[in-house]
Nanobody
Framework: QLVESGGALVQPGGSLRLSCAGS????????IAWFRQTPGKEREGVSC????????KYKDSVKGRFTISRDNAKNTVHLQMNALNPEDAAVYYC???????????WGQGTQVTVSS
């Protein structure tokens, strides 16, 4: 089970740190990805990190603003989001998946609102 937290209302230019906590699974065994979704649109990938933590990827529009990181001691993955703009507003979800496996765990989502 995955539990996201950290979503909130923030002003444009502000920052948030989202967390994805594992419950009953060890996130260190999984690649973790963050997705986001707005009403009427498909869920889109934002960032991902390998199980080892050595490889990360980002959607072009968030490069230089978002940073994904792992804290295996706390069984948590974070997404630090800086310089937020209204286009970043969405429900953010984390996904855990083992390499080579089709099975994945999803969290319930956390709402990020960017508005003045």
């Amino acid at each position: 089970q995955l539990v996201e937290s950290g979503g909130a209302l923030v002003q444009p230019g502000g920052s948030l740190r989202l967390s994805c906590a594992g419950s009953g699974i060890s996130l260190g065994d999984y690649a973790i990805a963050w997705f986001r979704q707005t009403p009427g649109k498909e869920r889109e990938g934002v960032s991902c990190i390998s199980a080892s933590g050595t490889n990360t990827k980002y959607k072009d529009s968030v490069k230089g603003r978002f940073t994904i990181s792992r804290d295996n001691a706390k069984n948590t993955v974070h997404l630090q989001m800086n310089a937020l703009n209204p286009e970043d507003a969405a429900v953010y979800y984390c996904k855990a998946q083992r390499a080579g496996s089709r099975m994945a765990y999803w969290g319930q989502g956390t709402q990020v609102t960017v508005s003045s």
